[in-house]
């Protein structure tokens, strides 16, 4: 089986402007999750789908946002991009229902903000 | 809150040496715990978990990890370091309002 892939890899932006990131679960699952990863604040929460709809959420702002489309890739949004911003975007899906369970991460999005 | 403590930001052990990373969590109830490994510009891949059972779990790459709930604890462990061995290495609890909690990572060196 393909793993967890996403696009693209890597990303310059400006403070500002907004970005889309794309991740394609393995086939097969239905949870996707989305984490961000600073060297300050390490591994964080964003949020995760399932079924397309959003089940859960972290503690970011409404600028990040995301969805899920009925194939189960998702997508994640950041509006109005700031400094901070700038960090490895990763993504994980898990097969989905009760209890998410192991979660399969695909190698990230590196987003640097200038 | 739950929270998961990794109270080693950085080890280094010489190939070949036996080798234990700590991990540390609060959580009220049983957690389920997990350790992922992350290679320099990789992502993350899990090496084991816990969700009931016997407290003593293997994983792959020759990695066990001993759940003891007296102290809180999950720590890593293997007999025998190799080169490759060398990366990050994440201590994650799973809350059930439905996320995973990282500790901070503790980073692992390998001398030759």
């Known amino acids: 089986k393909a793993g967890v892939t996403q696009t693209p890899r890597y990303l310059i932006k400006t403070r500002g402007q907004q970005v889309t990131l794309s991740c394609s679960p393995i086939s097969g699952h239905r949870s996707v999750s989305w984490y961000q990863q600073t060297p300050g604040q390490g591994l964080q929460f964003l949020f995760e789908?399932?079924?397309?709809?959003?089940?859960n959420k972290g503690n970011f702002p409404g600028r990040f946002s995301g969805r899920q489309f009925s194939n189960s890739r998702s997508e994640m949004n950041v509006s109005t991009l700031e400094l901070g911003d700038s960090a490895l975007y990763l993504c994980?899906?898990?097969?989905?229902?009760?209890?998410?369970?192991?979660?399969?991460f695909g190698p990230g999005t590196r987003l640097t903000v200038t | 809150a739950q929270s998961v403590t990794q109270p080693d930001i950085h080890i280094t052990v010489s190939e070949g040496a036996s080798l234990e990373l700590r991990c540390n969590y609060s959580y009220g109830a049983t957690p389920y715990l997990f350790w992922y490994v992350q290679s320099p510009g990789q992502g993350l891949q899990l090496l084991l978990k816990?969700?009931?059972?016997?407290?003593l779990v293997q994983g792959i790459k020759g990695f066990e990890a001993e759940f003891k709930r007296s102290q809180s604890s999950f720590n890593l462990r293997k007999p025998s370091v190799h080169w490759s061995d060398a990366a990050e290495y994440f201590c994650v609890c799973y809350n059930q309002g439905g996320k995973l909690i990282f500790g901070q990572g503790t980073e692992l060196s390998v001398k030759p």
């Open positions: 816990y969700f009931s059972g016997d407290t």
């Open positions: 994980a899906s898990s097969p989905g229902g009760g209890f998410p369970g192991e979660q399969y």
């Open positions: 789908y399932f079924s397309e709809t959003q089940r």
